[in-house]
């Protein structure tokens, strides 16, 4: 068993040190806010510690899932960060959606300090974080890969090195703007079968089965008929991942006009006060349109 310190206590890392401790690894963790960190040793055990260079502090492997760049970057350097209390040889693993061009600056910095960086984006959401059973898309040397997987194993159902660092976060936007076009596409599909006054979860039960079949539509038609948001990654969120997509796709020069166009859609759902919505809520956008 090996000691694990885990920062940041959020919505997926809350339950994701969860199942290191019921895997029997030592686990410190760190929040933000300490009263999670307290709530999350009086349920789970180990220990909390005030600041990341204390939590990481004699880890094997640090792992974060923070909010966004400059979140990572601040339980990371500085001298109350991670790296300032790391060993020479231990293991920082990034589950944080970032872009990759602060993976590439802090795995440099890492790097100078002799500290090992997977950058490790997860995908499956809350449940998948709750029941184990994310994707993780792993980018960074591959003997500090080897080493980290069976850690990262325990709340996987799947796994794998892209490439060097950076390959792990490009990965993830990857699945950022596929799942983008497929939300807007459900959504449009929905709001169809409505208008043409069809029963929305009796057409996804026959379609479902076919061709058009999706996670998205499995998981989340019957909600989005229902007109129930909170099951899932919020819009903000999901906006922030759509821009780091689209500034990097400005930088290696992909056309992402699909997916440019549901920010935009995404962007009016804010205005709708559903920033706190999960992403299947883009149907709330084409119902808006029929009131207007």
Not at 8 to 22: D, N, Q, R, S, T
Not at 95 to 124: M, W
Not at 186 to 208: P, R
Not at 257 to 275: E, N
Request: charged fraction near 20%.
């Amino acid at each position: 068993m090996a000691k694990v310190s885990f920062l940041g206590l959020g919505v997926m890392g809350y339950p994701m040190a969860g199942h290191l401790a019921k895997a029997g690894h030592d686990v410190t963790v760190y929040n933000r806010t300490t009263a999670k960190a307290e709530k999350w040793v009086a349920e789970q055990g180990g220990r909390f510690a005030v600041t990341p260079r204390e939590a990481a502090q004699g880890a094997d492997f640090v792992m974060a899932c923070v909010g966004n760049d400059d979140d990572l970057r601040s339980v990371c350097l500085g001298e109350d960060g991670a790296f300032a209390g790391m060993d020479a040889g231990t293991i920082f693993v990034d589950h944080t959606t970032v872009s990759a061009k602060v993976t590439r600056e802090l795995y440099a910095d890492a790097d100078n300090k002799q500290i090992c960086f997977v950058d490790a984006p997860v995908s499956g959401g809350q449940a998948g974080a709750e029941n184990g059973q994310l994707g993780v898309m792993c980018g960074g040397d591959q003997g500090a890969y080897d080493r980290a997987e069976p850690i990262i194993n325990v709340y996987a159902k799947a796994c794998k090195r892209m490439g060097d660092n950076g390959a792990g976060q490009l990965t993830k936007m990857v699945n950022q703007i596929c799942i983008a076009g497929v939300v807007q596409g459900l959504s449009e599909a929905l709001h169809f079968a409505d208008k043409a006054g069809l029963d929305g979860k009796a057409v996804v039960e026959v379609i479902s089965q076919g061709a058009a079949g999706s996670w998205q539509m499995s998981n989340r038609y019957e909600t989005m008929v229902d007109n129930e948001f909170d099951h899932g990654f919020a819009v903000d969120w999901m906006r922030k991942d759509l821009g780091i997509c689209l500034d990097t796709a400005d930088e290696n020069g992909a056309s992402l006009p699909l997916t440019a166009l549901v920010d935009q859609f995404y962007k009016d759902v804010q205005k709708m006060g559903g920033g706190r919505w999960d992403t299947s809520s883009l149907i709330q956008r084409l119902r808006a349109l029929d009131h207007a």
